[in-house]
């Protein structure tokens, strides 16, 4: 039962992390010149697992939930830049 609780809290923090990231880049960065940088996703990512990285000393917070944070954030800045490319 604990393993499954652990599980859902990896799954609803990378999707979570990959929409607060995609929905954030659409409307406030979108006239931002920097956020269509190749390197914007890296740091995104990067930034949001170093800020998520002091929750893993909680008990059912994980290093692995707070990497996949980052990566889903790196994911949705990815594809936020994409659709600001396609011009949505």
């Known amino acids: ?3 499954m609780i652990r599980i859902g809290l990896v799954i609803v923090a990378a999707i979570f992390g990959f929409a607060v990231a995609r929905r954030y880049v659409r409307t406030r960065l979108r006239f931002v010149d920097a956020v269509r940088s190749p390197f914007a996703p890296w740091i995104a ?3 949001m697992a170093l800020v998520a990285s002091p929750l893993a000393l909680l008990p ?3 290093g692995v939930t707070t990497t996949l944070f980052g990566i889903g954030a ?3 800045t ?3 830049q994409k659709a600001l490319k396609r011009g949505e």
């Open 1 to 3: 039962m604990f393993v």
């Open 74 to 76: 790196g994911l949705g």
């Open 45 to 47: 990512g990067g930034l």
């Open 60 to 62: 059912l917070i994980t």
């Open 78 to 80: 990815a594809s936020a």
